[in-house]
């Protein structure tokens, strides 16, 4: 079965969402839109930044642990690691030991 294009790591509880558009106003790529007072998301649009995330007051937008998903053997899975992630650990640890961590 072919995997879903358009999967995201975020995903929204309509249950605890109260419709404040915090998220819809952060989002980069105009993904998110508020109806009938809940957010809802444009999956063709989001990036998967985590800026609505961040800044949802409710908690209603979360990380989706669809781990079968996430981490599928019939795809190659690519983890974009900031430079500045390696400097927050202690000197003396090596790049490829954190590397190896990830
Ligand atoms: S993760 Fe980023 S791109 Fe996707 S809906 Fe949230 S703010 Fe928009
Ligand atoms: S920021 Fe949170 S509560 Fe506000 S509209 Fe977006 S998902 Fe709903």
Redesign the pocket.
Known sequence: MPADPFF???AIDEDICIGCSH?VK???????RVWNGKAT??ET?????????RVCPVKA?YVAEKKKQIISPTHWNVALVPAVFFGQFHYGKSRNSICDAI
């Open positions: 995201h790591a975020i998220c952060a989002c980069p790529t105009e993904a998110l998301l444009d649009k989001c990036v998967d930044c985590g800026d609505c995330y937008i």
